[in-house]
Each structure stands twice: as structure tokens, then as C-alpha cells.
């Protein structure tokens, strides 16, 4: 029957004569409006992103491509099928594009329709509004098509027509309904008039996993490209079709606030990754730097001076940089900076943040921004003082400054602004920590970053130590040397070395039981600072109930079975519980009768109801403690009054081990810190050779000794040895965190006075003394900053001998 089918012809008969012929004006339009506008504004969009880069992306990925180019060959189609001589195939294809033409025109005509407006003023006023009317004006060119085929096409020329715009539009639907199902879930939490509820979340989690669209919501997680939020997020999960029903607001050109936050939280929610660092989120990378590039123009940093991370910030980037560390054997202390550069290669300046984590016990005890050239010491104060400074001069100013602050216990947030446009900034940061029990120095490590660090990253380690053995990584192909009776070692760190967990080396020593060194900061009556060892060197505190909080969310899996095993080794028998983080309602699945649930990891979980419910369970538990196992908590919208309330008011002494397995953003970690009864413990996992089990374990040995201060001219214990001022400051560090919870102001003013971050102090650099005295502040002294030591040269300690021998050698004459 198909074979025996006679097609019909697609020609005009000879007496109304061909379509180009009668209507001169409609095949112009058709190839003006239909054919050559579209390739040229799909040529520039391609080429410079520039609607990605300022409105939306109307183009996320290869088959959007496909449906614009559909337009224009079905306008080629046509005007070749129109001539007389076109083959009768041509002539059979022709219809179905022109339907299916029309369904992708109209489909982008009202994704535009908000711009529409603007687009005619940009006309008037620029002449580039004729970009953002392409849509409409392939629509009217596609109409036109339409009217040709109606008017002398077949009546099969006209079935296929419609058949193919029904077909496309089909298409274009089934595309469309995973980004309007994010569209309503996104929708449904920004509505509500409080926070959304636990169960609000899990309903808009379910939902997303099952219908909804990753990439719709990860867009959506950005905002604006010109820096206003998106109203409910539905611009940029790119659903036009959710936007019919939600009352047109995604149709607003002043969209409210509050969806990105939504979004963010949601997208975390339903995949478990932050939508900070992920590179392809923004989608727009053109082939051309031009002046619609929002890369180079557009780009607004919304989080510029906050204390967030967020996302990356485009053409920012890790430049060169060093690292060097030092080992003192007497007081088991090890120290050493950080040499960081910023590269811009944006037009525009940017903020540089990243957060460090800090070696175990360890501080930031020195904070140095090069300006102009020199170096700058900082100031330090209360994180109230230097942060007001840091936006005084940076966000408004936009002058040279840079601010560290430690919002939880294991890490320091670093912010450096202006990095300049095509330039660089450069700082460097001084870390201080003791050794560990297990003879492990740990270095830091960027967790998180809102600059790029390519795999190509490298850095340069020096590791040296006036007495024992070094032992770093195989990994690192270390060259290790020993100078002047001294262990140096020196290796090139790559950026997995530098970030997420970073790296440890092994520092054998023997450390000294009586040392002290002089106190550059106090008082004349408390210049000399002397630690006692003391017999055992350590002690182990034994917990008697153990509350385990494990993150059950998806980034987690790879860790199932040194979670098991750690929890099976260091559960007491009969006084020990399992919390685990879900999807439900209550936010929680716990059991408390001493077993071990299985476990099921899915998206990323709020492990605040987790971390409520083991607290509430330990309350009024002798030598209580909680181990926390958990990845990033990014979210901003966690409900925490209860947390905080019972953090506040309980009276029952808890020691809080927070072990983070995976590296990123964690906004709960900050509400265990600086509690009058909470002894949070934070520790880094991942070393070589050691287990989950072991870190856990080993994290409950304190240190035994005691510290004394008494004047310089007083006498000194019998074997004391003279150490570096590190030891004062060390104490210090120590007295901090033992008035911080009695005294904020107490312990942020002894910080300040030591030049230490510390939960209650921060440091900032500013460019100039007036800003400093504006702000209420004074410089640190550059002598009575910490220093790492330069190990003599062979010939210098020779000749050091030689003289103290020459000296004795005259006394006895």
C-alpha cells in the first residue's frame, strides 16, 4: 500500500506559479528572520555566551544546541524545496521540520517574553536588542512558512506540519518536566511562611530524587547573572512551562530574595555535594573574551566580604607559593608559613576566600599581607573589630586589606581583597602546633576555596628540625638531608596534597620534661614561661557512655567499613548509642540498646537532629563523650534553636569528637564550639598506616605537665632548657580556651595581646596606619612577631664553635 502511494507534489501549480515568484516579501522574510538571523545569534551566543553570561543559559548543553539549529535548516529546507527543481524527498522532509520549527521558536519566543520590552528599548537605544528578539523573530518567520504550506501545500504537506509541531512540542515537554518539577519543590519550601520544617524538606528531597533535575537546580543555585536573586529559582532552573502556573511570577524582571539560599540548600539535600566547586555549574565558558563576557564584566560576588566561602570566583586562581616548617625538639612544638599568591586574570578585582584546616591543637599565629611590595604585619582584636575594619576597607574602600578569623575549632577562614585585575596578592600565614602523642605533624590543608587550583599545582616543602628524624610520605619522594647535625627535608606538594584532608609527616624526638623561654608580651611578673612534663606523659580519658552521629549522606559510602569497624572497637559495652541522620520526618534514626544499625547513605543529611538527639541521650551520663563522623553540612537553613538551647543550658560535661571524613563547608561545626561544658576535640583522619578506629581512640590521650609564669630574675627549675618563644605562645593558646568559656572578652584580649586567631580574635592587614587608627586598632611589631629559624650553614656553626672555645680557653688564662 505505501509502495503503491503516489506522494503528493510539494510545487505550486503553474498557475498561482512557485512561492518565490508570488510572495517576494514572505521567502525574504523567511530567509532574513528564519535562516539567517538565528545562525548569526546562535553563532554569537556560542561564541561569546553572552545571554549565559548576563540573563540565562538558553543553551546548557548539546541537544539545546540542536533544537536552535533546527530552525534555521527548516527554513533552508524550505526555500529549497519551494524550487522547482527540488527533489521529491526534500519536498517530503520540508513539512515535518517546518512543525518542528515552529514548536522550538515558539518555545524560546516565550522563554524570552520577559525581555521582550528591553529588548525593543535596547533596539531604539544600542541596537543589540535585536539579539534578544531572534525568539520572536524566527517565530513570525516560522509563521509565515506555516501560512505558505496552508495555503499551498497538500493536505498531507499540512498533516506532517502539524504532526511535527505536536511531536516537538511533545519533546519539549517531557524536557521540561524535570525542571518544572524542581521549579514547583524549589517553590513549595520558599513559600511557606517560617523556615520550611524537617518534614517540608524530606517531602521537596523525595520528590527531586525522583523527577526533578540536577542541572535545573544547580543552575538555579547561582542566581542572577547580574547579581539578583531569582524568584523561586524558576529563571534558572529553566522551566517555562512551570512558570504558566505559578501565578507568571518567574516572569518578574525584579524577582524577591530568599530562593538561592533555597535552592542551595535543596541541591545539597537531594545529591550530597555542595554547589560550591562544582566547575560546570555555571555553564557558560566562551570561546571569546568580549564585552559580553560575564566573566570579564558581569560577574558580581555576592558572598564579597561575608563569611562564606560559596562558589568559585571566575579567573580567580592559586598562584606560586611555599611552605616551611620547623621541628623543635625540646618543647615538642612545630611551626612554620605558609607563602600564598591570588592570580586575577578577570578584568575586574575580586575577594580571595578560602578556609584552612589547622593541624590538630594548632593556631594561626602570624598574619602577613604584602603591600606594595613589603611586607605588613597585622592587627589583632576582638572578630567583631577586625571584621568591621576588613569591610570598611575592602567592601566599601576597596583598598588592600586581608582578614583571618576562626569560625570553628579546626580550621581559619582566609579573606584577601583587592586581588587585582590581571595582577596578583600576596600573604602568608604562620601556623603553630604541637607534635602529636604519635609523633604525627600534620600540615595544613585548603578545604574549601572560592579560586581555582589546577592539577598542575605546585608547591614547595621545607621540613627541618634541630633534633630526631624525619619520616614524610613516599608519596611526596621527599629529599631528605641532614645539615649541620639537623634532619631537613624538602619535597614539591601537588594540589591533592594541598587540599581536602592534605598531608602528615612523622617527627621522632625526644622531647625535653623541663623547658621555658621568655614572654615577649608579658607583664614583668609573668616574663618566663616554664612547662613541666611531668610522669606519664600523656593520660587517656576513658569514656564510660559513647553517643556515635554518623553522616549518612552519599559522600560518605566509600567510608562504610571503617565506620563499622571504628564503632565496633570503641563502644563500651551496654553505654553506647547510634544516631544516624535520614530522610524522614524527625530527621533522625537512633538506637540505643548497644547494636548497630545498618546503614544507608542517600543525598547529604542535616545531621542537627542527629546531634540533638545524642546529646539529649547523654545528659546526666557520667564521662559522657560524642563522636561525630560526618562529611560537609553546607546548609544554611537548619533549624537549631533546640540545638543551641540545649548546648546552652545542659550541665552534663560532654567531650565532642569531631572527625570530619570528608572536607568542605560546615556550618554546625561552629555551635560546638566555645561551650562552657563542651570539650570539642577536632581531628584529622587519612594519615598512612593508621585506621579510623586508631584516630578515634588516640584522640581521647591529653597531655600531662603543667605551665608556670614567674619574673625573668626568678630562679629557674634544676635541667631547664631555653626554648623559643613559640612555648609562650602556646600557653597563651591554651589560657584562651580555658577563659573563653567563662570570659569571651578575657580570652579575646589575652589572644590579641599574643597575636593569636583564636575563636575570640581575628587578624587583619589594612594598607595604610590611618586605617588602623580609624578602626581602633594597632599594628603588630615586627620583631616580636614569630619567626621560623634558619639552621646554621656547616661553616656557621663551626666558626660558633671555634669562638665559644676561644672565649673558655682565655677565661682560664
Same mark, same amino acid.
Given at each position: 500500500?505505501?509502495?503503491?502511494?503516489?506522494?503528493?507534489?510539494?510545487?505550486?501549480?503553474?498557475?498561482?506559479?512557485?512561492?518565490?515568484?508570488?510572495?517576494?516579501?514572505?521567502?525574504?522574510?523567511?530567509?532574513?528572520?528564519?535562516?539567517? *538571523?538565528?545562525?548569526?545569534?546562535?553563532?554569537?551566543?556560542?561564541?561569546?555566551?553572552?545571554?549565559?553570561?548576563?540573563?540565562?543559559?538558553?543553551?546548557?548543553?548539546?541537544?539545546?544546541?540542536?533544537?536552535?539549529?533546527?530552525?534555521?535548516?527548516?527554513?533552508?529546507?524550505?526555500?529549497?524545496?519551494?524550487?522547482?527543481?527540488?527533489?521529491?524527498?526534500?519536498?517530503?522532509?520540508?513539512?515535518?521540520?517546518?512543525?518542528?520549527?515552529?514548536?522550538?521558536?515558539?518555545?524560546?519566543?516565550?522563554?524570552?517574553?520577559?525581555?521582550?520590552?528591553?529588548?525593543?528599548?535596547?533596539?531604539?537605544?544600542?541596537?543589540?536588542?535585536?539579539?534578544?528578539?531572534?525568539?520572536?523573530?524566527?517565530?513570525?518567520?516560522?509563521?509565515?512558512?506555516?501560512?505558505?504550506?496552508?495555503?499551498?501545500?497538500?493536505?498531507?504537506?499540512?498533516?506532517?506540519?502539524?504532526?511535527?509541531?505536536?511531536?516537538?512540542?511533545?519533546?519539549?515537554?517531557?524536557?521540561?518536566?524535570?525542571?518544572?518539577?524542581?521549579?514547583?519543590?524549589?517553590?513549595?519550601?520558599?513559600?511557606?511562611?517560617?523556615?520550611?520544617?524537617?518534614?517540608?524538606?524530606?517531602?521537596?528531597?523525595?520528590?527531586?530524587?525522583?523527577?526533578?533535575?540536577?542541572?535545573?537546580?544547580?543552575?538555579?543555585?547561582?542566581?542572577?547573572?547580574?547579581?539578583?536573586?531569582?524568584?523561586?529559582?524558576?529563571?534558572?532552573?529553566?522551566?517555562?512551562?512551570?512558570?504558566?502556573?505559578?501565578?507568571?511570577?518567574?516572569?518578574?524582571?525584579?524577582?524577591?530574595?530568599?530562593?538561592?539560599?533555597?535552592?542551595?540548600?535543596?541541591?545539597?539535600?537531594?545529591?550530597?555535594?555542595?554547589?560550591?566547586?562544582?566547575?560546570?555549574?555555571?555553564?557558560?565558558?566562551?570561546?571569546?573574551?568580549?564585552?559580553?563576557?560575564?566573566?570579564?564584566?558581569?560577574?558580581?560576588?555576592?558572598?564579597?566580604?561575608?563569611?562564606?566561602?560559596?562558589?568559585?570566583?571566575?579567573?580567580?586562581?592559586?598562584?606560586?607559593?611555599?611552605?616551611?616548617?620547623?621541628?623543635?625538639?625540646?618543647?615538642?612544638?612545630? *611551626?612554620?608559613?605558609?607563602?600564598?599568591?591570588?592570580? !586575577?586574570?578577570?578584568?575586574?578585582?575580586?575577594?580571595?576566600?578560602?578556609?584552612?584546616?589547622?593541624?590538630?591543637?594548632?593556631?594561626?599565629?602570624?598574619?602577613?599581607?604584602?603591600?606594595?611590595?613589603?611586607?605588613?604585619?597585622?592587627?589583632?582584636?576582638?572578630?567583631?573589630?577586625?571584621?568591621?575594619?576588613?569591610?570598611?576597607?575592602?567592601?566599601?574602600?576597596?583598598?588592600?586589606?586581608?582578614?583571618?578569623?576562626?569560625?570553628?575549632?579546626?580550621?581559619?577562614?582566609?579573606?584577601?581583597?583587592?586581588?587585582?585585575?590581571?595582577?596578583?596578592?600576596?600573604?602568608?600565614?604562620?601556623?603553630?602546633?604541637?607534635?602529636?602523642?604519635?609523633?604525627?605533624?600534620?600540615?595544613?590543608?585548603?578545604?574549601?576555596?572560592?579560586?581555582?587550583?589546577?592539577?598542575?599545582?605546585?608547591?614547595?616543602?621545607?621540613?627541618?628540625?634541630?633534633?630526631?628524624?624525619?619520616?614524610?610520605?613516599?608519596?611526596?619522594?621527599?629529599?631528605?638531608?641532614?645539615?649541620?647535625?639537623?634532619?631537613?627535608?624538602?619535597?614539591?606538594?601537588?594540589?591533592?596534597?594541598?587540599?581536602?584532608?592534605?598531608?602528615?609527616?612523622? *617527627?621522632?624526638?625526644?622531647?625535653?620534661?623541663?623547658?621555658?623561654?621568655?614572654?615577649?608580651?608579658?607583664?614583668?611578673?609573668?616574663?618566663?614561661?616554664?612547662?613541666?612534663?611531668?610522669?606519664?606523659?600523656?593520660?587517656?580519658?576513658?569514656?564510660?557512655?559513647?553517643?556515635?552521629?554518623?553522616?549518612?549522606?552519599?559522600?560518605?559510602?566509600?567510608?562504610?567499613?571503617?565506620?563499622?569497624?571504628?564503632?565496633?572497637?570503641?563502644?563500651?559495652?551496654?553505654?553506647?548509642?547510634?544516631?544516624?541522620?535520614?530522610?524522614?520526618?524527625?530527621?533522625?534514626?537512633?538506637?540505643?540498646?548497644?547494636?548497630?544499625?545498618?546503614?544507608?547513605?542517600?543525598?547529604?543529611?542535616?545531621?542537627?537532629?542527629?546531634?540533638?538527639?545524642?546529646?539529649?541521650?547523654?545528659?546526666?551520663?557520667?564521662?559522657?563523650?560524642?563522636?561525630?563522623?560526618?562529611?560537609?553540612?553546607?546548609?544554611?537553613?537548619?533549624?537549631?534553636?533546640?540545638?543551641?538551647?540545649?548546648?546552652?543550658?545542659?550541665?552534663?560535661?560532654?567531650?565532642?569528637?569531631?572527625?570530619?571524613?570528608?572536607?568542605?563547608?560546615?556550618?554546625?561545626?561552629?555551635?560546638?564550639?566555645?561551650?562552657?561544658?563542651?570539650?570539642?576535640?577536632?581531628?584529622?583522619?587519612?594519615?598512612?598506616?593508621?585506621?579510623?578506629?586508631?584516630?578515634?581512640?588516640?584522640?581521647?590521650?591529653?597531655?600531662?605537665?603543667?605551665?608556670?609564669?614567674?619574673?625573668?630574675?626568678?630562679?629557674?627549675?634544676?635541667?631547664?632548657?631555653?626554648?623559643?618563644?613559640?612555648?609562650?605562645?602556646?600557653?597563651?593558646?591554651?589560657?584562651?580556651?580555658?577563659?573563653?568559656?567563662?570570659?569571651?572578652?578575657?580570652?579575646?584580649?589575652?589572644?590579641?595581646?599574643?597575636?593569636?586567631?583564636?575563636?575570640?580574635?581575628?587578624?587583619?592587614?589594612?594598607?595604610?596606619?590611618?586605617?588602623?587608627?580609624? !578602626?581602633?586598632?594597632?599594628?603588630?611589631?615586627?620583631?616580636?612577631?614569630?619567626?621560623?629559624?634558619?639552621?646554621?650553614?656547616?661553616?656557621?656553626?663551626?666558626?660558633?664553635?671555634?669562638?665559644?672555645?676561644?672565649?673558655?680557653?682565655?677565661?682560664?688564662?
Amino acid at each position: 500500500m505505501l509502495a503503491s502511494t503516489k506522494w503528493p507534489n510539494f510545487s505550486i501549480p503553474e498557475a498561482k506559479g512557485p512561492p518565490v515568484r508570488s510572495g517576494p516579501p514572505t521567502h525574504f522574510w523567511i530567509k532574513a528572520a528564519g535562516l539567517w *538571523w538565528p545562525l548569526v545569534v546562535f553563532a554569537f551566543e556560542v561564541i561569546t555566551r553572552g545571554c549565559a553570561g548576563t540573563l540565562f543559559d538558553p543553551m546548557p548543553d548539546p541537544a539545546h544546541h540542536l533544537l536552535v539549529l533546527t530552525v534555521p535548516l527548516a527554513a533552508w529546507i524550505f526555500l529549497r524545496a519551494a524550487k522547482p527543481e527540488a527533489s521529491p524527498r526534500l519536498r517530503t522532509v520540508a513539512p515535518w521540520l517546518a512543525g518542528m520549527a515552529l514548536a522550538v521558536s515558539l518555545y524560546y519566543a516565550l522563554r524570552f517574553l520577559p525581555f521582550t520590552l528591553i529588548a525593543v528599548a535596547g533596539v531604539i537605544f544600542f541596537g543589540v536588542g535585536l539579539l534578544a528578539l531572534g525568539p520572536l523573530l524566527a517565530f513570525t518567520a516560522m509563521m509565515r512558512m506555516r501560512g505558505q504550506f496552508r495555503k499551498f501545500g497538500s493536505l498531507r504537506d499540512r498533516r506532517c506540519l502539524s504532526m511535527g509541531f505536536w511531536l516537538m512540542t511533545a519533546v519539549l515537554l517531557l524536557v521540561e518536566i524535570p525542571a518544572s518539577v524542581t521549579a514547583f519543590a524549589v517553590k513549595s519550601l520558599n513559600d511557606r511562611e517560617q523556615s520550611p520544617a524537617p518534614a517540608d524538606w524530606a517531602a521537596a528531597t523525595r520528590m527531586m530524587r525522583r523527577f526533578g533535575s540536577d542541572k535545573a537546580l544547580l543552575r538555579s543555585c547561582y542566581g542572577s547573572r547580574m547579581g539578583a536573586e531569582v524568584d523561586d529559582g524558576l529563571a534558572y532552573a529553566q522551566s517555562w512551562l512551570a512558570s504558566l502556573f505559578l501565578q507568571g511570577q518567574s516572569l518578574s524582571m525584579f524577582p524577591r530574595h530568599g530562593s538561592v539560599t533555597v535552592s542551595r540548600d535543596l541541591y545539597y539535600r537531594v545529591t550530597g555535594r555542595s554547589f560550591d566547586g562544582q566547575e560546570s555549574s555555571r555553564g557558560y565558558r566562551p570561546w571569546l573574551f568580549t564585552t559580553f563576557n560575564s566573566e570579564r564584566n558581569f560577574f558580581l560576588d555576592e558572598d564579597r566580604g561575608g563569611t562564606r566561602v560559596a562558589g568559585k570566583t571566575p579567573g580567580l586562581s592559586l598562584g606560586e607559593g611555599r611552605l616551611d616548617w620547623h621541628c623543635e625538639e625540646a618543647s615538642g612544638l612545630t *611551626w612554620g608559613e605558609w607563602t600564598l599568591t591570588f592570580e !586575577n586574570s578577570g578584568a575586574a578585582a575580586q575577594e580571595a576566600r578560602c578556609r584552612i584546616a589547622l593541624p590538630p591543637e594548632g593556631f594561626v599565629s602570624r598574619v602577613t599581607l604584602w603591600v606594595n611590595g613589603e611586607p605588613q604585619e597585622a592587627a589583632y582584636s576582638t572578630v567583631a573589630k577586625v571584621r568591621n575594619a576588613y569591610e570598611q576597607v575592602a567592601v566599601r574602600e576597596r583598598r588592600d586589606p586581608v582578614l583571618v578569623t576562626q569560625p570553628d575549632a579546626g580550621s581559619v577562614l582566609v579573606q584577601a581583597f583587592p586581588v587585582p585585575a590581571r595582577g596578583r596578592l600576596k600573604t602568608r600565614i604562620s601556623f603553630t602546633a604541637p607534635a602529636g602523642l604519635d609523633s604525627r605533624v600534620w600540615l595544613p590543608s585548603i578545604l574549601e576555596s572560592n579560586f581555582n587550583i589546577g592539577p598542575a599545582a605546585s608547591l614547595p616543602l621545607w621540613v627541618q628540625a634541630d633534633h630526631g628524624t624525619l619520616e614524610l610520605p613516599a608519596a611526596l619522594k621527599a629529599h631528605a638531608v641532614t645539615e649541620a647535625g639537623a634532619p631537613t627535608a624538602t619535597a614539591s606538594l601537588t594540589a591533592a596534597d594541598i587540599t581536602g584532608l592534605g598531608r602528615s609527616f612523622v *617527627w621522632r624526638h625526644q622531647t625535653k620534661p623541663v623547658v621555658f623561654c621568655t614572654d615577649p608580651f608579658a607583664a614583668p611578673e609573668h616574663k618566663t614561661v616554664v612547662r613541666s612534663t611531668g610522669a606519664p606523659a600523656s593520660t587517656a580519658f576513658k569514656p564510660q557512655s559513647v553517643a556515635w552521629v554518623i553522616d549518612t549522606s552519599a559522600p560518605m559510602e566509600p567510608h562504610r567499613k571503617a565506620i563499622e569497624e571504628a564503632v565496633k572497637k570503641g563502644s563500651p559495652a551496654g553505654q553506647s548509642a547510634v544516631f544516624l541522620p535520614d530522610d524522614s520526618d524527625a530527621g533522625v534514626r537512633s538506637l540505643t540498646n548497644g547494636g548497630f544499625p545498618p546503614l544507608d547513605f542517600a543525598g547529604g543529611r542535616d545531621n542537627t537532629a542527629a546531634l540533638l538527639a545524642a546529646l539529649e541521650w547523654l545528659r546526666g551520663r557520667p564521662d559522657a563523650a560524642l563522636i561525630w563522623l560526618h562529611g560537609p553540612q553546607p546548609l544554611q537553613q537548619m533549624r537549631q534553636e533546640a540545638l543551641d538551647q540545649l548546648l546552652q543550658r545542659g550541665v552534663t560535661p560532654v567531650t565532642v569528637v569531631d572527625v570530619p571524613l570528608i572536607p568542605g563547608e560546615n556550618r554546625l561545626s561552629p555551635h560546638l564550639s566555645a561551650r562552657e561544658r563542651i570539650r570539642l576535640i577536632s581531628v584529622r583522619s587519612g594519615a598512612e598506616g593508621t585506621t579510623l578506629g586508631d584516630v578515634v581512640e588516640s584522640s581521647f590521650s591529653e597531655r600531662g605537665g603543667k605551665f608556670i609564669t614567674q619574673p625573668a630574675e626568678s630562679p629557674l627549675p634544676e635541667g631547664a632548657v631555653r626554648v623559643q618563644d613559640s612555648l609562650a605562645r602556646w600557653h597563651a593558646r591554651l589560657e584562651t580556651s580555658r577563659l573563653g568559656f567563662q570570659d569571651a572578652a578575657a580570652a579575646s584580649t589575652l589572644a590579641s595581646s599574643r597575636q593569636l586567631v583564636t575563636p575570640w580574635s581575628g587578624a587583619v592587614v589594612l594598607e595604610r596606619s590611618e586605617d588602623y587608627k580609624r !578602626n581602633g586598632l594597632e599594628q603588630a611589631d615586627v620583631s616580636l612577631s614569630q619567626q621560623v629559624p634558619v639552621i646554621p650553614e656547616p661553616s656557621s656553626a663551626l666558626l660558633l664553635f671555634l669562638t665559644a672555645g676561644h672565649w673558655l680557653f682565655r677565661r682560664r688564662r
